[in-house]
Structure formats: C-alpha cells, structure tokens
C-alpha cells in the first residue's frame, strides 16, 4: 500500500522560506507525478505545482511562480516543497499528492492518494 | 483560471435521507473527443487530507461506497449521498482538472 508521509510542523518568521518533504512508501517515487496543494486553515484548496518524473519537468500555478521550487530526490523516494519570501498569507497546510493521470500529462488530473499535511505558521 | 463554485454551502440532513451538493464551473469541461467531463470531488473529514470519492465525474474511487455518485456534464455537476451515514458528516469539494486545476469552496454536510 502507497503513503505518503510529510515532515513535520514549521514555525517561520516573515520572509523566510520553508522547505517540506514528502516521502513514498510503498512503491517508488518515479511512478507518480507528485503536486502540492495547500489549505488555509478553514479554507479551500489551492494547486500549487507538480513534478514529473518521466522528464523532470515542474509546472507551477502563476500565483506561485519565482516563490515556489519542486524537487525531488528519486533514490530517497522524496519529494520536496520549498516556498521562499513567506507572508502570513502563506500560514496553510500544504499537502503532497499524487496525480491520477500517472504522469506525462501536462495538467495534473485527479489526486488520489495524498500526504497528512504540513502545517506552516508564518508570524513575527 | 477556471472557477468553481458550489452550493449549498453548508445542509443538515437526517441519517438515512439524500444529500445533494451542486458544482458549477465556470467554463465547459466535457471534452467530446474522450466523452469524458475532467470533474473529480473529494470528502474532507476534520484534521486529514481530502479524500479522492469520483473522478470523471461519476466514476468511483476504488472502496467507495456506491451511496455516493456523481453526475453531470458541461458546466452543471452534483454529488448525492443516498442515505446519508454518521461517518458521511465532512466537507466536500469539486475539482476541475481541464486546465490548471482548481477546487471548489466546499459544502459542508451535517445530520439533521
């Protein structure tokens, strides 16, 4: 059985950046396209990037461009979020997840198996 | 970005009764080549991740209890619980994936 298992809580102030992983048990990391959505707490769901492991190529939502970097380390099975010049609007949990359509696909599908979540609190 | 939206935002319905949540989006996501609507919707219990119940807007999740079904197409889509369980009570989204894929604000489903 696939799980995915995030790191833990981070505490940042404003300005930082904050890098989350995301490791894959049960299978190998190059069989998924893994993305990275995040919730405001209370709030909705917002799809922030993916990672495609056929051509290590990352696409990102325009809202998060030239903050966010997608990596991964294929032999650790783990994936990574890092998100710089952090704002209190960017206190959510983020969530890995994998894409339903596998990967090769330029937009992500559906997500059908995700991480716990990592909550990230930005405040002075 | 293509924009989701869904109705109601929250309902209480009886244990055993029908839930209805609608979704709309804000532009045509049916592609007539593949006959297929690019719609998944997600349970979201309080503390965990979302929950992956329909993709291609009315086809099951693997262990998916068959209570819950989507239908729809175009821009028009509904989730409907048919007898409403304790462990039903959650938030549920939408989710386009026709472009950049967005989510739906939630709906919130309670007992009665």
């Known amino acids: 059985q696939v799980q995915l298992v995030q790191s833990g809580a981070e505490v940042k102030k404003p300005g930082a950046s904050v890098k989350v992983s995301c490791k894959v048990y049960?299978?190998?990391?190059?069989?998924?396209?893994m993305n990275w959505v995040r919730q405001v707490p209370g709030k909705g769901l917002e799809w922030m990037g993916s990672f495609d492991p056929e051509d290590r190529e990352t696409t990102y939502a325009q809202k998060f461009k030239g903050r966010v970097i997608l990596t991964e380390d294929t032999p650790a099975d783990t994936a990574y979020m890092e998100l710089s010049s952090l704002t209190s609007e960017d206190t959510a949990v983020y969530y890995c997840?994998?894409?339903?359509f596998g990967s090769g696909s330029y937009f992500p599908g559906w997500f059908d198996r995700w991480g716990q979540g990592t909550l990230v609190t930005v405040s002075s | 970005d293509i924009l989701m939206t869904q109705s109601p935002d929250s309902l209480a319905v009886s244990l055993g009764e029908r839930a209805t949540i609608n979704c709309k989006s804000s532009q045509n996501i049916f592609y007539s080549s593949n006959n297929k609507n690019y719609l998944a919707w997600y349970q979201q219990k309080p503390g965990q991740p979302p929950k992956l119940l329909i993709y291609w807007a009315s086809t099951r999740q693997s262990g998916v209890p068959d209570r819950f079904s989507g239908s729809g197409s175009g821009t028009d889509f509904t989730l409907t619980i048919s007898s409403l369980q304790a462990e039903d009570v959650a938030v549920y989204f939408c989710?386009?994936?026709?472009?950049?894929?967005?989510f739906g604000p939630g709906t919130k489903v309670e007992i009665k």
């Open positions: 049960g299978s190998s990391l190059t069989q998924f396209s």
């Open positions: 989710q386009q994936y026709w472009r950049t894929p967005t």
């Open positions: 997840t994998t894409d339903g």
